[in-house]
């Protein structure tokens, strides 16, 4: 809401420079976005909040202005001569839907001359960025920024019949805005119309075919009421949105019609030489009756935290226009304004006196007792989590979770089930909830690679959005992409297991995603027989120079079985003995296979098997490959003789030749 | 007798002060301390001495014996210190740069997060979660934003279907914790959240925020400001100052903004600031009892405080960043440095 600085002051005397005064609104809670030098003036741009629609006018902001600095507020008076002619001889208004239009006034206006406003007037709606039309517009549009009501000024001798029903559009009736636009109304919308036609969308917009021009010599003025709500819909749904909607929709003052109008047509006599027809054109579903409440000043103390007198608390509500009824030691039964719809509750005249004694003069101070937190097990395993990849050198990345349809971003690592798309996207590239973080993680590595950034390790720890009964299923996964190969980052994974302290069997098996990963360098990892998640290297299609891998876990599951309880056991006295083996077997072998023949052997004091080389070339026959590994032997409660390791690498070396065929490589 | 041995130290002295190379000072250790070096010299005179005066100059001799080694370990020390070990003739450059083993870095966002879950931990605030995708009730009505109503303005969302939408604020998990607990409460939930702006410097469609709550009995107004002083405080740094605005949001009443001095420019005015000295950096209020009502709270026995911050706005002010989409494009040069 812009407001001119000159303008503010007729309404009061106060001794505040344009930016000392900005200050005092922002500290009452009208924040002073900007304040401009316009001619020989100020335009002050105000952000007044939605909850506050009596000070989308003038007059109340001068009222916020008193209740800070004190002092009288000076309206303009509205007494007038009128014409012994009653306005019922020029109009007759029916309101068809008293829900939408609870109130409806009507004065007519005789013979005026429309002409350029006078300066003063000009100045002062340049001022604050409305474009000066004709005396009549203007006026219409001057009141509505000093009181707040939007007013509407028809041409009152292209009214048919001079007739004026506030009814319900027909569905596909047709209107001409003022600004030219021909539009389609619905059943749902409240219009003004004359015998014929809609000639106005209430709250919203006039009608072209009604409006005043040069030529107009007899003028019909609205000023009416109508439902919050439904002017907000009505104007989200034709996309039209003016001064006069945006207040309506917040709340007009149900009070401030009559002047409003009484101002108005003072105006159009004073300016336009018109001739105010008696009387006045009222349709009022019901007097509005002011709401009251009662004020516990025990009540103000306890949510403030601060001894308010009562005394204090009554002189600020006086001073915001409100009116004591009755003050008992800690009561005060206040009245509210008709302007301030947004005060129905004790709490909202809380707020009101807090705002006025000044939030900064509540003192900083607490009482709150000690209370202990402790870190959820989640949290715990995240931030272990993050400090692991962190100290191996992955970069922490944070990407959308809004996609784009492409087909890589349909991947389906976690559900078969489609992904959620958004019914009212920005755009394309924002339109769908992610299944999976690859693609974004990919995106990223892109990113990097066109800024220079070649060789890079990144992960992310985000939640994806699986389709669900109700809600959807938010997993949280924690994704990788490293410049390495694929045993690089599944050595990153197993040893991210063991360091969550999980001793749970894993097992990897082939899986196949095309879209994401290279074919057969991909494997899905099983832990306790559930999938905890993907490992691959990336697929060429992506159009990467180098290849790189790419992870994604499922976190929950992650911290569901990390285990941070340490147990100590016992360190053997006894000294290890270690033997390198290794042994030729056909190209199908796996080494998960090799591994299982070992263990099935069950040797006690077999503390360890490590893998460390595959060999294919000369002394080895085609098809087949050299497996190379190391075993690791260590009893709790003895030396180890030599005789006992032998025994046991040669019952080992027989199961794996009866099972899978092996023989010993000579070297 | 005991001129002698001073003299020899006097000499010892010079000749070490004279010394430049390991193999010099080497040289100086078999003149004074070798099998036929000065000092045994000295000791060869002792069997001529008087019976009375052979211990006390024995003792004096070792005395000698003692500081000159002393003094000769000493210059070889430092001698080889100085000097360049050579291996078959190359020099070991110990200027030439180490090998970096190379760390990552926690997202900026992330950081921030985690210092303010780290500030309100130590006030006894539980970290809790929400879902990003929500039904419209706990986002609005609970959150008494009825609708059809203007304050709803301010909180563009996007839509899933008829009555689920991805969450506009991280208010939503004080209704669903509330809904589930009794007070007393205190918990803060850091999350994702959405609003259909257009990306720029400025804005994006997605951000973060940590959202707080507490609840108990006679939890004033006061109790807030003290408790968002001594973050603020704390995250910021002593020196800031902190103003309160009032403001509207349909879940606390009363409301209201908070600012603190700018610290680019200490409150003279910036355009970090837009010349005014201060910046917003998060909202507050006592919880609205309409809010306590759809959780079914006991409004009279029951007050509580709430408070949200952006995480993007605070990260950008604390280290001056100016752009909003440097966090999401993740250039390791931007990550880096942080």
């Known amino acids: 809401m812009k407001i001119s600085y000159n303008w503010l002051k007729e309404y009061a005397y106060f001794y505040l420079s344009p930016e000392e005064l900005a200050d005092k609104l922002t500290n009452a809670g009208l924040v002073v976005a900007d304040i401009k030098p316009v001619e020989d003036d100020y335009c002050l741009e105000v952000e007044v909040t939605s909850n506050r629609p009596d000070c989308l006018g003038i007059i109340g902001i001068t009222r916020e202005v008193i209740a800070a600095v004190g002092g009288e507020l000076r309206i303009p008076d509205t007494d007038f001569e009128t014409l012994s002619t009653k306005v019922t001889k020029f109009i007759d208004v029916t309101v068809e839907d008293p829900v939408l239009c609870p109130h409806y006034t009507a004065r007519v206006v005789r013979h005026v001359t429309v002409r350029p406003s006078p300066e003063w007037m000009q100045k002062k709606l340049r001022c604050i960025g409305i474009r000066p039309v004709n005396n009549i517009v203007d006026i219409t549009n001057y009141v509505m920024m000093e009181t707040g009501q939007p007013i509407h000024a028809f041409d009152l001798d292209k009214i048919s019949d001079q007739k004026i029903v506030v009814r319900r559009a027909l569905d596909g009736e047709m209107i001409v805005a003022i600004n030219g636009v021909k539009r389609a109304l619905f059943h749902d919308m409240l219009v003004i119309a004359d015998s014929k036609r809609p000639v106005a969308i209430a709250g919203v917009m006039g009608g072209k075919e009604t409006e005043v021009s040069d030529s107009t010599r007899n003028i019909l003025l609205e000023c009416a009421l109508f439902e919050p709500g439904h002017v907000r819909r009505t104007s989200k749904e034709l996309g039209v949105f003016t001064d006069s909607s945006y207040r309506f929709e917040r709340g007009t003052d149900p009070g401030g019609i009559e002047r409003a109008s009484k101002r108005a047509v003072k105006l159009m006599k004073e300016l336009a030489d018109g001739e105010i027809v008696s009387g006045v054109i009222d349709i009022k579903q019901r007097e509005y009756e002011k709401k009251r409440i009662p004020l516990r000043i025990e009540r103000l103390q306890k949510i403030l935290g601060i001894e308010i007198k009562r005394d204090i608390a009554s002189d600020i509500l006086k001073r915001l226009q409100f009116t004591i009824v009755n003050e008992i030691d800690n009561f005060i039964d206040v009245v509210v304004p008709s302007f301030r719809g947004d005060i129905y509750r004790e709490i909202d005249l809380i707020e009101e006196i807090a705002r006025i004694y000044g939030y900064n003069n509540i003192p900083a101070k607490t009482s709150i007792c000690v209370r202990g937190s402790i870190k959820s097990k989640y949290e715990v395993v995240e931030d272990c989590i993050r400090q692991f990849f962190i100290g191996l050198g992955f970069y922490e990345v944070k990407t959308f979770s809004i996609v784009d349809i492409s087909p890589l971003q349909s991947v389906k690592l976690w559900s078969e089930q489609d992904a959620l798309d958004i019914a009212n996207p920005l755009r394309q590239e924002e339109s769908r909830m992610r299944t999976s973080l690859l693609p974004s993680l990919i995106n990223a590595k892109r990113y990097n690679v066109n800024h220079g950034n070649e060789s890079i390790k990144i992960f992310e720890i985000a939640r994806v959005y699986l389709a669900g009964d109700k809600l959807p299923h938010e997993k949280t996964c924690l994704s990788l992409l490293i410049d390495a190969d694929f045993f690089t980052l599944k050595g990153i994974i197993e040893s991210l297991v063991l360091h969550l302290g999980i001793s749970l069997k894993r097992e990897w098996i082939s899986f196949s995603e095309p879209k994401l990963f290279r074919d057969e360098r991909a494997a899905k990892i099983q832990l306790d027989d559930k999938t905890l998640g993907y490992l691959g290297e990336a697929s060429r299609e992506l159009g990467f120079k180098t290849s790189f891998c790419l992870s994604e876990l499922d976190m929950d599951f992650l911290a569901e079985k990390s285990n941070f309880e340490k147990r100590y056991h016992p360190l053997s006295l006894y000294p290890p003995v270690f033997r390198d083996l290794a042994i030729i077997v056909d190209e199908e072998v796996l080494w998960t296979s090799i591994e299982k023949c070992i263990t099935a052997t069950h040797i006690s004091f077999l503390k360890g098997i490590h893998f460390f080389d595959v060999y294919r070339g000369k002394q080895i026959p085609a098809g087949k490959k050299s497996v190379a590994f190391n075993l690791c032997f260590q009893a709790e409660d003895r030396t180890l003789k030599s005789e006992e390791v032998e025994t046991a690498e040669w019952t080992i070396l027989d199961v794996l030749h009866t099972t899978l065929d092996a023989e010993l490589r000579k070297l | ?338």
């Open chain 2, 1 to 338: 007798m005991l001129k002698k041995t001073e003299k020899v130290k006097r000499d010892l002295q010079e000749e070490i002060r004279a010394v430049t190379t390991l193999k010099d000072a080497e040289q100086l250790k078999i003149k004074y301390l070798g099998r036929k070096g000065i000092i045994q010299d000295f000791m060869k005179l002792i069997p001529a001495l008087p019976a009375e005066q052979r211990a006390e100059f024995g003792q004096q001799i070792n005395a000698l014996k003692a500081e000159a080694a002393n003094f000769i370990e000493e210059a070889i020390g430092k001698l080889s210190r100085e000097a360049i070990p050579k291996v078959n003739n190359e020099i070991f450059d110990i200027t030439l740069p180490g090998k970096l083993p190379l760390t990552g870095k926690k997202h900026p966002l992330t950081q921030t997060i985690d210092d303010v879950k780290e500030v309100f931990a130590r006030l006894g605030f539980d970290v809790v979660y929400g879902p990003e995708v929500e039904l419209e009730y706990y986002n609005f009505e609970a959150l008494n934003i009825p609708a059809d109503h203007p304050s709803r303005t301010d909180f563009d969302t996007f839509y899933i279907k008829n009555d689920i939408l991805l969450r506009s604020q991280t208010s939503t998990v004080q209704i669903r914790v509330m809904e589930k607990q009794k007070p007393p409460i205190r918990i803060i939930a850091p999350g994702k959240v959405y609003r259909p702006d257009t990306v720029d410097a400025r804005h994006s469609f997605m951000f973060h925020q940590v959202e707080g709550l507490l609840v108990d009995e006679g939890v004033s107004f006061a109790d807030l400001k003290e408790v968002l002083n001594q973050f603020i405080k704390t995250y910021f740094g002593k020196d800031v100052r902190m103003r309160f605005r009032p403001s509207f949001f349909p879940f606390t009443e009363p409301s209201a903004e908070v600012d603190i001095s700018c610290s680019l420019c200490s409150g003279k005015g910036c355009s970090v600031c837009s010349y005014s000295g201060w910046v917003e950096i998060l909202g507050a209020g006592m919880v609205d009892p309409h809010v306590f009502k759809a959780v079914h709270y006991d409004t009279e026995k029951y007050t509580g405080f709430a408070f949200g911050m952006g995480v993007e706005r605070i990260t950008m002010l604390k280290h001056g960043i100016s752009d909003i989409r440097l966090f999401y494009e993740n250039d390791i040069r931007f990550l880096s440095q942080f």
